[in-house]
Protein backbone atom coordinates (compact mmCIF):
# COMPACT_ATOMS: atom_id res chain seq x y z
CA UNK A 1 0.00 0.00 0.00
CA UNK A 2 1.86 3.10 -1.15
CA UNK A 3 -0.01 6.92 -0.55
CA UNK A 4 0.49 8.90 -3.80
CA UNK A 5 -0.05 13.03 -4.44
CA UNK A 6 -3.12 14.06 -6.43
CA UNK A 7 -0.97 16.43 -8.22
CA UNK A 8 1.80 14.02 -9.01
CA UNK A 9 5.13 15.55 -8.07
CA UNK A 10 6.02 14.59 -4.64
CA UNK A 11 7.55 11.83 -3.33
CA UNK A 12 4.79 8.42 -2.96
CA UNK A 13 5.01 7.34 1.48
CA UNK A 14 3.76 4.52 3.14
CA UNK A 15 0.86 5.80 5.85
CA UNK A 16 3.37 6.38 8.54
CA UNK A 17 5.18 8.98 5.74
CA UNK A 18 1.62 10.43 4.81
CA UNK A 19 0.67 11.40 7.86
CA UNK A 20 3.48 12.87 9.26
CA UNK A 21 4.04 15.17 5.93
CA UNK A 22 -0.03 16.28 6.20
CA UNK A 23 -0.06 17.93 2.88
CA UNK A 24 2.29 16.84 -0.11
CA UNK A 25 5.59 18.58 -1.35
CA UNK A 26 4.01 19.38 -4.50
CA UNK A 27 0.93 21.08 -2.71
CA UNK A 28 -1.53 17.98 -3.53
CA UNK A 29 -2.96 15.89 -0.64
CA UNK A 30 -2.11 11.90 -0.51
CA UNK A 31 -4.48 9.00 -1.36
CA UNK A 32 -4.14 5.83 -1.01
CA UNK A 33 -2.78 4.17 -4.62
CA UNK A 34 -5.67 1.48 -4.36
CA UNK A 35 -8.79 0.30 -1.99
CA UNK A 36 -8.77 -2.90 -0.46
CA UNK A 37 -11.18 -4.88 -0.92
CA UNK A 38 -13.44 -5.88 2.39
CA UNK A 39 -13.24 -9.64 2.16
CA UNK A 40 -14.88 -11.04 5.32
CA UNK A 41 -18.92 -11.53 5.02
CA UNK A 42 -21.37 -8.72 6.01
CA UNK A 43 -22.45 -11.39 9.15
CA UNK A 44 -18.80 -11.74 10.07
CA UNK A 45 -19.19 -7.55 10.16
CA UNK A 46 -22.35 -6.88 12.07
CA UNK A 47 -20.93 -9.63 14.59
CA UNK A 48 -17.66 -7.10 15.55
CA UNK A 49 -17.39 -4.39 17.73
CA UNK A 50 -16.61 -1.04 16.87
CA UNK A 51 -12.85 -1.13 17.53
CA UNK A 52 -12.48 -5.08 15.67
CA UNK A 53 -14.05 -3.29 13.01
CA UNK A 54 -11.95 -0.73 13.06
CA UNK A 55 -8.85 -2.84 13.18
CA UNK A 56 -10.16 -5.02 9.94
CA UNK A 57 -11.15 -1.60 8.46
CA UNK A 58 -7.67 0.19 8.49
CA UNK A 59 -5.02 -2.98 9.10
CA UNK A 60 -4.95 -3.05 4.47
CA UNK A 61 -3.51 0.66 4.97
CA UNK A 62 -1.21 0.74 7.77
CA UNK A 63 0.51 -2.15 5.88
CA UNK A 64 3.92 -1.07 7.79
CA UNK A 65 2.33 -1.66 11.69
CA UNK A 66 2.07 -4.74 13.17
CA UNK A 67 -1.34 -5.74 13.65
CA UNK A 68 -0.55 -5.20 17.71
CA UNK A 69 0.71 -1.27 16.75
CA UNK A 70 -2.60 -0.82 15.01
CA UNK A 71 -4.62 -2.39 17.69
CA UNK A 72 -3.01 -0.02 20.85
CA UNK A 73 -4.05 3.35 18.44
CA UNK A 74 -7.34 1.63 18.09
CA UNK A 75 -7.76 1.10 21.71
CA UNK A 76 -6.27 4.51 22.67
CA UNK A 77 -8.62 6.41 20.80
CA UNK A 78 -12.05 4.76 21.36
CA UNK A 79 -12.26 4.40 25.04
CA UNK A 80 -15.09 5.30 27.42
CA UNK A 81 -14.24 9.47 26.21
CA UNK A 82 -16.64 8.32 23.90
CA UNK A 83 -19.63 8.21 25.63
CA UNK A 84 -22.16 5.96 24.03
CA UNK A 85 -22.25 1.73 23.85
CA UNK A 86 -19.74 0.92 20.79
CA UNK A 87 -18.94 4.37 20.18
CA UNK A 88 -21.20 5.40 17.54
CA UNK A 89 -24.99 4.18 17.57
CA UNK A 90 -27.10 4.03 14.73
CA UNK A 91 -30.93 5.70 15.66
CA UNK A 92 -33.74 5.29 13.19
CA UNK A 93 -36.01 8.53 13.45
CA UNK A 94 -38.04 10.48 10.83
CA UNK A 95 -37.73 7.14 8.15
CA UNK A 96 -33.59 7.58 7.77
CA UNK A 97 -30.92 5.77 10.17
CA UNK A 98 -28.56 8.63 11.93
CA UNK A 99 -25.14 7.56 12.60
CA UNK A 100 -24.48 9.38 15.61
CA UNK A 101 -20.32 10.21 15.59
CA UNK A 102 -20.51 12.69 17.89
CA UNK A 103 -20.29 11.02 21.50
CA UNK A 104 -16.62 11.91 21.89
CA UNK A 105 -15.00 14.46 23.53
CA UNK A 106 -15.75 17.71 21.58
CA UNK A 107 -19.44 16.44 20.72
CA UNK A 108 -18.64 16.70 17.04
CA UNK A 109 -17.64 13.79 14.27
CA UNK A 110 -14.35 14.92 14.01
CA UNK A 111 -13.13 13.19 17.31
CA UNK A 112 -13.63 9.93 15.69
CA UNK A 113 -10.70 10.30 13.56
CA UNK A 114 -8.75 13.12 16.15
CA UNK A 115 -9.06 10.95 19.18
CA UNK A 116 -6.80 8.19 16.71
CA UNK A 117 -4.71 10.96 15.27
CA UNK A 118 -1.89 11.19 17.59
CA UNK A 119 -1.82 7.54 18.37
CA UNK A 120 -1.34 7.07 14.50
CA UNK A 121 1.35 10.22 14.31
CA UNK A 122 3.51 9.28 17.48
CA UNK A 123 3.99 5.56 15.97
CA UNK A 124 4.31 6.72 12.18
CA UNK A 125 6.73 9.03 14.02
CA UNK A 126 9.02 6.46 15.86
CA UNK A 127 8.35 4.07 12.81
CA UNK A 128 9.92 6.70 10.45
CA UNK A 129 12.89 7.66 13.22
CA UNK A 130 11.80 11.07 13.24
CA UNK A 131 13.53 13.14 15.51
CA UNK A 132 11.95 16.62 14.97
CA UNK A 133 9.12 17.51 17.75
CA UNK A 134 5.79 17.97 15.04
CA UNK A 135 4.03 21.08 14.85
CA UNK A 136 0.61 20.61 14.05
CA UNK A 137 -1.23 23.82 12.14
CA UNK A 138 -4.85 23.57 12.37
CA UNK A 139 -7.19 25.66 10.60
CA UNK A 140 -11.14 25.01 11.60
CA UNK A 141 -14.51 26.13 10.68
CA UNK A 142 -15.01 25.53 14.49
CA UNK A 143 -15.07 21.96 15.21
CA UNK A 144 -12.02 20.72 13.83
CA UNK A 145 -9.97 22.78 16.22
CA UNK A 146 -11.57 21.51 19.71
CA UNK A 147 -11.27 18.04 18.53
CA UNK A 148 -7.76 18.67 17.36
CA UNK A 149 -6.96 20.02 20.93
CA UNK A 150 -8.19 17.28 23.23
CA UNK A 151 -6.95 14.73 20.34
CA UNK A 152 -2.81 16.19 20.98
CA UNK A 153 -3.11 17.93 24.75
CA UNK A 154 -0.39 17.03 25.80
CA UNK A 155 1.03 13.88 23.36
CA UNK A 156 4.92 14.30 23.41
CA UNK A 157 6.87 15.00 20.47
CA UNK A 158 4.02 17.40 19.20
CA UNK A 159 3.19 20.91 20.00
CA UNK A 160 -0.42 22.13 18.22
CA UNK A 161 -1.78 25.48 16.78
CA UNK A 162 -5.06 26.30 15.71
CA UNK A 163 -6.79 29.17 13.74
CA UNK A 164 -9.98 29.89 13.56
CA UNK A 165 -12.25 32.60 12.11
CA UNK A 166 -13.23 35.38 14.80
CA UNK A 167 -16.55 36.02 15.31
CA UNK A 168 -17.36 33.29 13.02
CA UNK A 169 -17.30 30.27 15.26
CA UNK A 170 -20.85 29.24 17.65
CA UNK A 171 -20.39 30.47 20.69
CA UNK A 172 -19.57 27.60 22.49
CA UNK A 173 -16.63 26.68 19.79
CA UNK A 174 -15.43 29.90 20.56
CA UNK A 175 -15.22 29.12 24.52
CA UNK A 176 -13.76 25.66 24.09
CA UNK A 177 -10.88 26.32 22.02
CA UNK A 178 -10.38 29.49 23.92
CA UNK A 179 -9.96 27.16 27.00
CA UNK A 180 -8.13 24.76 25.54
CA UNK A 181 -5.97 22.79 28.30
CA UNK A 182 -2.56 21.11 27.57
CA UNK A 183 1.25 22.34 27.79
CA UNK A 184 1.48 21.71 24.30
CA UNK A 185 -1.12 23.74 22.86
CA UNK A 186 -1.86 26.81 20.93
CA UNK A 187 -4.80 29.16 20.23
CA UNK A 188 -5.79 32.73 18.47
CA UNK A 189 -8.63 33.77 15.77
CA UNK A 190 -7.33 35.09 12.81
CA UNK A 191 -9.64 38.01 10.95
CA UNK A 192 -10.90 36.31 7.82
CA UNK A 193 -13.20 33.38 7.55
CA UNK A 194 -12.23 29.97 7.28
CA UNK A 195 -11.16 29.85 3.87
CA UNK A 196 -8.21 32.43 4.75
CA UNK A 197 -7.43 30.53 7.43
CA UNK A 198 -6.61 27.36 5.52
CA UNK A 199 -5.06 28.84 2.22
CA UNK A 200 -2.89 30.69 4.65
CA UNK A 201 -2.49 27.71 6.79
CA UNK A 202 -1.02 25.72 3.13
CA UNK A 203 0.76 28.18 2.42
CA UNK A 204 3.12 28.09 5.32
CA UNK A 205 2.98 24.22 5.17
CA UNK A 206 4.65 25.15 1.74
CA UNK A 207 6.48 27.28 2.64
CA UNK A 208 10.00 25.78 2.52
CA UNK A 209 12.56 28.38 3.62
CA UNK A 210 10.24 28.41 6.52
CA UNK A 211 10.19 24.78 7.03
CA UNK A 212 13.70 25.09 7.08
CA UNK A 213 14.15 27.46 10.08
CA UNK A 214 12.01 25.90 12.04
CA UNK A 215 13.76 22.95 10.86
CA UNK A 216 17.31 24.11 12.57
CA UNK A 217 15.01 24.66 16.00
CA UNK A 218 14.17 21.01 15.85
CA UNK A 219 10.51 21.34 14.57
CA UNK A 220 8.65 20.42 11.66
CA UNK A 221 5.41 21.23 9.94
CA UNK A 222 2.40 19.04 9.93
CA UNK A 223 -1.35 19.42 9.15
CA UNK A 224 -4.43 17.92 11.21
CA UNK A 225 -6.80 19.18 8.69
CA UNK A 226 -8.87 16.60 6.47
CA UNK A 227 -6.16 17.10 3.97
CA UNK A 228 -4.23 14.92 6.14
CA UNK A 229 -4.95 11.18 4.91
CA UNK A 230 -4.26 9.83 8.62
CA UNK A 231 -7.86 12.40 9.37
CA UNK A 232 -9.68 10.33 6.56
CA UNK A 233 -9.22 6.81 7.32
CA UNK A 234 -10.74 6.27 10.42
CA UNK A 235 -14.07 7.93 9.54
CA UNK A 236 -14.23 4.95 6.34
CA UNK A 237 -14.19 2.58 9.39
CA UNK A 238 -17.61 3.67 10.91
CA UNK A 239 -19.31 4.25 7.21
CA UNK A 240 -18.13 0.20 7.37
CA UNK A 241 -19.79 -0.37 10.71
CA UNK A 242 -23.19 1.95 9.47
CA UNK A 243 -23.38 -1.37 6.79
CA UNK A 244 -22.98 -3.86 9.54
CA UNK A 245 -25.12 -2.13 11.80
CA UNK A 246 -28.03 -1.97 9.05
CA UNK A 247 -28.04 -5.63 8.34
CA UNK A 248 -27.47 -6.39 11.83
CA UNK A 249 -30.95 -4.27 12.35
CA UNK A 250 -32.37 -6.02 9.36
CA UNK A 251 -32.94 -2.83 7.79
CA UNK A 252 -30.87 -4.30 5.12
CA UNK A 253 -30.35 -7.73 3.60
CA UNK A 254 -26.45 -8.47 3.44
CA UNK A 255 -25.54 -7.13 -0.20
CA UNK A 256 -28.85 -4.99 -0.48
CA UNK A 257 -27.91 -1.45 -1.06
CA UNK A 258 -27.75 1.99 0.87
CA UNK A 259 -27.78 5.47 0.05
CA UNK A 260 -25.28 7.42 2.25
CA UNK A 261 -26.50 11.34 3.43
CA UNK A 262 -23.77 13.16 4.92
CA UNK A 263 -23.54 17.10 5.72
CA UNK A 264 -20.56 18.68 3.62
CA UNK A 265 -18.22 21.48 3.80
CA UNK A 266 -14.34 20.61 3.57
CA UNK A 267 -15.73 17.02 1.95
CA UNK A 268 -13.82 14.76 3.56
CA UNK A 269 -16.69 12.95 5.69
CA UNK A 270 -17.98 12.12 2.65
CA UNK A 271 -15.07 11.30 0.75
CA UNK A 272 -14.82 8.78 3.25
CA UNK A 273 -18.14 7.33 2.33
CA UNK A 274 -16.74 7.15 -1.13
CA UNK A 275 -13.82 4.78 -0.18
CA UNK A 276 -16.21 2.92 2.06
CA UNK A 277 -17.64 2.27 -1.05
CA UNK A 278 -15.02 1.63 -3.02
CA UNK A 279 -13.72 -1.14 -0.41
CA UNK A 280 -17.18 -3.20 -1.24
CA UNK A 281 -19.67 -1.11 1.02
CA UNK A 282 -22.64 -1.13 -1.51
CA UNK A 283 -24.20 2.24 -1.77
CA UNK A 284 -26.47 3.29 -3.75
CA UNK A 285 -25.82 7.20 -4.45
CA UNK A 286 -23.58 9.52 -2.28
CA UNK A 287 -25.63 12.40 -0.91
CA UNK A 288 -23.92 15.40 -0.10
CA UNK A 289 -25.74 18.19 1.88
CA UNK A 290 -24.67 21.66 1.88
CA UNK A 291 -26.00 24.76 3.23
CA UNK A 292 -26.40 28.23 1.78
CA UNK A 293 -22.62 28.07 1.24
CA UNK A 294 -23.92 25.82 -2.11
CA UNK A 295 -20.63 25.92 -3.84
CA UNK A 296 -20.66 21.51 -3.87
CA UNK A 297 -24.53 21.54 -5.27
CA UNK A 298 -23.78 23.79 -8.04
CA UNK A 299 -20.57 21.43 -8.79
CA UNK A 300 -22.19 18.08 -8.47
CA UNK A 301 -25.10 19.36 -10.44
CA UNK A 302 -23.18 21.23 -13.22
CA UNK A 303 -19.93 19.72 -13.45
CA UNK A 304 -18.53 23.25 -12.94
CA UNK A 305 -16.43 24.48 -9.25
CA UNK A 306 -17.04 28.08 -8.91
CA UNK A 307 -15.94 30.02 -6.09
CA UNK A 308 -16.86 33.64 -7.38
CA UNK A 309 -19.20 33.99 -4.76
CA UNK A 310 -20.51 35.51 -1.68
CA UNK A 311 -19.44 33.90 1.29
CA UNK A 312 -22.60 33.20 3.96
CA UNK A 313 -21.97 33.03 7.66
CA UNK A 314 -24.73 30.57 8.79
CA UNK A 315 -26.46 28.58 11.38
CA UNK A 316 -24.64 25.40 10.54
CA UNK A 317 -21.11 27.00 10.68
CA UNK A 318 -18.63 23.88 10.33
CA UNK A 319 -20.08 23.82 6.65
CA UNK A 320 -19.13 27.67 5.86
CA UNK A 321 -16.92 26.52 2.98
CA UNK A 322 -15.75 28.00 -0.20
CA UNK A 323 -13.03 25.94 -1.44
CA UNK A 324 -13.69 22.50 -0.67
CA UNK A 325 -9.89 20.69 0.17
CA UNK A 326 -10.89 17.04 0.24
CA UNK A 327 -12.81 17.69 -3.67
CA UNK A 328 -9.24 17.80 -4.97
CA UNK A 329 -9.17 13.94 -4.07
CA UNK A 330 -12.71 12.82 -5.67
CA UNK A 331 -11.31 14.76 -8.87
CA UNK A 332 -7.99 12.05 -9.06
CA UNK A 333 -10.14 9.22 -8.45
CA UNK A 334 -12.61 9.82 -10.40
CA UNK A 335 -10.27 11.46 -13.26
CA UNK A 336 -8.26 7.63 -13.52
CA UNK A 337 -5.88 8.89 -11.27
CA UNK A 338 -5.06 11.74 -13.88
CA UNK A 339 -2.26 13.95 -11.94
CA UNK A 340 -1.88 16.30 -15.03
CA UNK A 341 -5.59 16.94 -14.83
CA UNK A 342 -5.95 17.49 -11.45
CA UNK A 343 -3.03 20.05 -11.67
CA UNK A 344 -4.70 22.16 -14.12
CA UNK A 345 -7.88 22.56 -12.37
CA UNK A 346 -5.99 23.26 -8.98
CA UNK A 347 -4.10 26.05 -10.67
CA UNK A 348 -7.55 27.31 -12.07
CA UNK A 349 -9.08 26.89 -8.57
CA UNK A 350 -6.08 29.04 -7.42
CA UNK A 351 -5.87 31.66 -10.19
CA UNK A 352 -9.20 32.15 -11.52
CA UNK A 353 -11.34 31.04 -8.82
CA UNK A 354 -13.20 28.49 -11.30
CA UNK A 355 -12.30 25.06 -13.01
CA UNK A 356 -14.59 22.37 -15.01
CA UNK A 357 -14.78 18.71 -14.42
CA UNK A 358 -13.22 16.47 -17.56
CA UNK A 359 -15.79 13.75 -19.05
CA UNK A 360 -14.41 11.24 -17.13
CA UNK A 361 -15.02 12.94 -13.78
CA UNK A 362 -18.46 14.01 -15.15
CA UNK A 363 -19.56 10.13 -15.40
CA UNK A 364 -17.98 9.79 -11.61
CA UNK A 365 -20.11 12.31 -10.57
CA UNK A 366 -23.29 10.56 -11.19
CA UNK A 367 -22.82 8.09 -7.87
CA UNK A 368 -23.64 11.63 -5.73
CA UNK A 369 -26.60 13.62 -5.50
CA UNK A 370 -26.88 17.00 -4.22
CA UNK A 371 -28.74 19.69 -2.53
CA UNK A 372 -28.56 22.37 -0.20
CA UNK A 373 -30.74 23.85 2.58
CA UNK A 374 -30.99 27.56 3.83
CA UNK A 375 -31.14 28.77 7.43
CA UNK A 376 -34.65 28.60 8.07
CA UNK A 377 -34.89 25.19 6.03
CA UNK A 378 -32.71 23.98 8.68
CA UNK A 379 -34.51 25.42 11.79
CA UNK A 380 -37.73 24.31 10.05
CA UNK A 381 -36.21 20.46 9.72
CA UNK A 382 -35.00 20.83 13.43
CA UNK A 383 -38.63 21.45 14.61
CA UNK A 384 -40.42 18.93 12.87
CA UNK A 385 -38.39 16.13 13.12
CA UNK A 386 -38.59 16.86 16.93
CA UNK A 387 -42.29 17.00 17.01
CA UNK A 388 -42.59 13.74 14.82
CA UNK A 389 -40.30 11.19 16.15
CA UNK A 390 -38.74 12.97 19.57
CA UNK A 391 -35.55 13.50 17.97
CA UNK A 392 -33.23 15.86 18.21
CA UNK A 393 -30.52 17.18 15.41
CA UNK A 394 -28.12 20.02 15.68
CA UNK A 395 -28.22 22.47 12.82
CA UNK A 396 -25.43 20.45 10.30
CA UNK A 397 -27.26 17.19 10.82
CA UNK A 398 -30.45 19.24 9.73
CA UNK A 399 -28.92 19.96 6.88
CA UNK A 400 -28.94 16.76 5.98
CA UNK A 401 -31.82 15.71 7.06
CA UNK A 402 -33.67 18.43 5.15
CA UNK A 403 -31.46 17.29 1.68
CA UNK A 404 -32.12 13.82 1.96
CA UNK A 405 -36.07 14.52 1.96
CA UNK A 406 -35.82 16.53 -0.59
CA UNK A 407 -34.06 13.59 -2.46
CA UNK A 408 -36.63 11.23 -1.53
CA UNK A 409 -39.35 13.29 -2.76
CA UNK A 410 -37.59 14.25 -6.23
CA UNK A 411 -36.44 10.92 -7.16
CA UNK A 412 -39.48 8.55 -5.47
CA UNK A 413 -36.04 6.44 -4.35
CA UNK A 414 -36.69 4.57 -1.14
CA UNK A 415 -33.24 2.80 -0.87
CA UNK A 416 -32.65 3.09 3.42
CA UNK A 417 -30.62 6.02 3.79
CA UNK A 418 -27.53 6.61 6.35
CA UNK A 419 -27.12 10.30 7.45
CA UNK A 420 -23.95 11.31 9.31
CA UNK A 421 -25.09 13.00 12.79
CA UNK A 422 -22.20 15.40 12.90
CA UNK A 423 -22.61 17.14 15.97
CA UNK A 424 -24.39 17.25 19.48
CA UNK A 425 -27.78 19.58 19.22
CA UNK A 426 -26.11 20.95 22.77
CA UNK A 427 -23.38 22.22 20.55
CA UNK A 428 -25.48 24.72 18.48
CA UNK A 429 -27.88 24.59 21.58
CA UNK A 430 -29.54 28.00 21.14
CA UNK A 431 -30.61 27.99 17.22
CA UNK A 432 -31.48 24.19 18.16
CA UNK A 433 -33.86 25.35 21.21
CA UNK A 434 -34.97 28.08 19.04
CA UNK A 435 -36.16 25.21 16.65
CA UNK A 436 -38.50 23.64 18.86
CA UNK A 437 -39.77 26.36 19.79
CA UNK A 438 -38.58 27.06 23.18
CA UNK A 439 -38.14 30.92 24.65
CA UNK A 440 -34.62 32.39 23.67
CA UNK A 441 -32.47 31.96 26.17
CA UNK A 442 -29.88 34.87 27.90
CA UNK A 443 -26.96 33.22 26.32
CA UNK A 444 -25.41 29.92 24.28
CA UNK A 445 -24.65 28.51 27.83
CA UNK A 446 -28.37 29.01 28.93
CA UNK A 447 -29.83 27.55 25.96
CA UNK A 448 -28.00 24.27 27.08
CA UNK A 449 -29.83 24.18 30.46
CA UNK A 450 -32.93 25.17 28.78
CA UNK A 451 -33.19 22.49 25.57
CA UNK A 452 -31.75 19.86 28.51
CA UNK A 453 -34.63 20.58 30.72
CA UNK A 454 -37.47 20.45 27.86
CA UNK A 455 -35.89 17.48 25.69
CA UNK A 456 -34.11 15.26 28.46
CA UNK A 457 -31.46 14.53 26.15
CA UNK A 458 -27.86 14.28 28.36
CA UNK A 459 -25.68 17.01 27.79
CA UNK A 460 -22.27 15.94 26.74
CA UNK A 461 -19.75 15.89 29.63
CA UNK A 462 -17.44 17.67 27.11
CA UNK A 463 -19.36 21.14 27.24
CA UNK A 464 -20.81 20.79 30.75
CA UNK A 465 -19.58 23.81 32.94
CA UNK A 466 -18.25 25.31 30.06
CA UNK A 467 -19.13 28.85 30.81
CA UNK A 468 -16.85 28.94 34.05
CA UNK A 469 -13.64 27.07 32.62
CA UNK A 470 -10.79 29.67 32.49
CA UNK A 471 -9.63 31.90 29.02
CA UNK A 472 -6.23 30.43 28.48
CA UNK A 473 -6.00 31.72 24.79
CA UNK A 474 -7.05 35.01 24.08
CA UNK A 475 -5.07 36.12 20.61
CA UNK A 476 -6.71 37.46 17.88
CA UNK A 477 -4.58 38.38 14.73
CA UNK A 478 -4.62 39.48 11.12
CA UNK A 479 -4.13 36.46 8.86
CA UNK A 480 -0.94 38.54 6.94
CA UNK A 481 0.51 37.70 10.75
CA UNK A 482 -0.43 33.83 11.46
CA UNK A 483 3.46 33.35 10.04
CA UNK A 484 4.61 35.27 12.68
CA UNK A 485 2.21 33.84 15.06
CA UNK A 486 3.89 30.36 14.46
CA UNK A 487 7.37 32.15 14.63
CA UNK A 488 6.80 32.92 17.94
CA UNK A 489 4.87 30.46 19.46
CA UNK A 490 8.09 27.56 18.29
CA UNK A 491 10.82 30.10 19.55
CA UNK A 492 8.74 30.65 23.05
CA UNK A 493 8.59 26.86 23.53
CA UNK A 494 12.71 26.90 22.92
C1 LIG B 1 -16.60 19.57 9.97
C2 LIG B 1 -18.06 19.43 10.08
C3 LIG B 1 -18.85 19.17 8.95
C4 LIG B 1 -18.27 19.10 7.56
O1 LIG B 1 -17.43 17.98 7.39
P1 LIG B 1 -16.39 17.91 6.17
O2 LIG B 1 -15.63 16.67 6.38
O3 LIG B 1 -15.55 19.15 6.29
O4 LIG B 1 -17.19 17.93 4.92
C5 LIG B 1 -20.20 18.97 9.13
N1 LIG B 1 -20.76 19.05 10.36
C6 LIG B 1 -20.04 19.31 11.46
C7 LIG B 1 -20.73 19.41 12.77
C8 LIG B 1 -18.66 19.50 11.37
O5 LIG B 1 -17.95 19.75 12.47
Redesign the pocket.
Known sequence: MIFKSTRGQAPEKNLSGAVIQGIASDKGLYVPSEFPKLKKTWAEYAAMDYKTLAQEVLGPYAVEFTPEELKACIDGAYTDKFEAEDVVPLVHAGGADFLELYHGPTA???DMALAFMPYLMTTAMAKEQEDKTVCILVST????GMAALKGFEDVPGTCIIVFFPDHAVSPVQEQQMRTATGSNTYVTSIFGNFDDAQTTQKAILNDKPFGEEIGALGYRFSAAN?MNVGRLLPQVAYYVWAYAQMVKNGRVKAGGPINICV????????LSAYYAKQMGVPVNKLICASNKNKVLTDFFHTGVYDARRDFYVTNAP??DIIISSNLERLLYHLSGCDDAAVRAMMDALAEEKHYEANPAIREGLKDFAAGFATEEEILAAIGELYREDHYLM?T?TAVAYKVYRDYKAQTGDETPTVIAS??SPYKFAAAVSGAIGLPKAEDEFAAIDALNAASGVRVPYGLKDLKSREILHKGAIAREDMKDFVRETIKSRI
Open positions: AFKSGDTSPSGNFGNISMDHTA
